[in-house]
């Protein structure tokens, strides 16, 4: 489904639909502050772009532009913001953003402080302001209805702590995506990144449940189309593949390996 310009009253977040029909969805990390390149990547077959501000230079401006960009093409601008609180969320959807991804979010309250930034009262917290956002998203109903309905609220659980509350964060209406990232989970546990490791897998095992039990969905890193077919066939349905640096090594590691001259690329995932 397309990206429209000027969505109808009718419109709806083709993500969100994806995932209420329990299709996977899938997005590319951009982590570096270039348009053309966000642009391209958006038109290649992606569900939506992880605009990466946590672990990467992607700034506000950069953000806004890509916004602009994207406008009309099939991937939905998402941003990943550095930590969760209502002023960073509202300026990512102010400036366009139709889902925010919030890191560490290990508590019912930072759950539904998640949720309350992304709507407007009664039902949240988020302030008026955004006619940023009218523009790029002009719909016929008036923003404030559409974002309400559209905008897609995901909860990275990041630390072995939230594991203690991953029901009670769960049962959060407004809250879509339960998101596991394996890499900091890990590192919670004393494991040193360990992703593979049995206590990791097991924690994804109760994050997919509970997600399941509340009619939420779970979501993922994935490193490459092995995985991310695992992952699917486990039940994750909303997936983070590697950053657009990532693609390009790909892309020479197949035209060069023939030839004897491909190179080890640096590793340019963001591995959560």
Same mark, same amino acid.
């Not at 004393?190 to 449940?209: I, K, Q, Y």
């Given at each position: ?10 419109? !709806? ?8 029909? #329990?299709? *996977?969805?899938?997005?590319? /990390?951009? $982590? ?6 966000? %642009?391209?990547? %958006? ?13 990467? *230079?992607? $700034? ?9 960009? /994207? ?5 939905? *601008? ?49 302030? $008026?302001?955004? +006619? ?34 991953? #029901?009670?964060? %769960?049962?959060? *209406? ?31 095992? !109760? ?15 994935? $490193? ?12 994750? !349905?909303?997936?983070?593949? +590697? ?16 030839? +004897? !001259?491909?190179?080890? %690329? ?7």
């Amino acid at each position: 489904m397309t990206n429209p310009t000027s969505p109808s009253p009718a419109w !709806r977040n083709p993500v969100k639909d994806r995932l209420q029909q #329990d299709q *996977p969805v899938i997005g590319v /990390t951009i $982590s570096v502050n270039h348009v053309e390149t966000a %642009a391209q990547a %958006a038109a290649l077959g992606f569900d939506f772009l992880w605009m990466e501000m946590e672990h990467s *230079p992607v $700034s506000l401006d950069a953000l806004r532009a890509i916004v602009l960009a /994207t406008r009309g093409l099939p991937a939905l *601008p998402f941003a990943r913001v550095p930590v969760n609180a209502l002023w960073t969320a509202k300026r990512v959807l102010d400036a366009g953003a139709l889902g925010v991804i919030f890191p560490f979010t290990s508590t019912v309250e930072l759950a539904r402080q998640a949720v309350d930034a992304c709507r407007y009262p009664p039902a949240g917290k988020r302030g $008026s302001g955004a +006619g940023l956002a009218t523009f790029r998203w002009p719909a016929a109903e008036g923003y404030h209805d559409f974002a309400d309905r559209n905008v897609l609220v995901v909860a990275m659980i990041e630390e072995e702590s939230a594991l203690a509350q991953i #029901d009670e964060i %769960a049962a959060i *209406p407004g809250l879509d995506v339960l998101f596991v990232g394996p890499s900091d989970l890990s590192f919670s546990m004393g494991l040193r990144g360990d992703m593979s490791h049995p206590r990791v897998d097991e924690a994804m095992s !109760r994050v997919l449940a509970a997600a399941r039990a509340h009619g939420k969905f779970a979501g993922r890193y994935v $490193s490459g189309a092995d995985e991310l077919q695992r992952a699917i066939d486990r039940g994750f !349905r909303f997936l983070q593949t +590697g950053t657009e640096l990532n693609l390009m090594a790909a892309g020479a590691q197949q035209l060069l390996a023939p030839l +004897g !001259r491909a190179r080890p %690329a640096n590793d340019a995932a963001i591995p959560y």
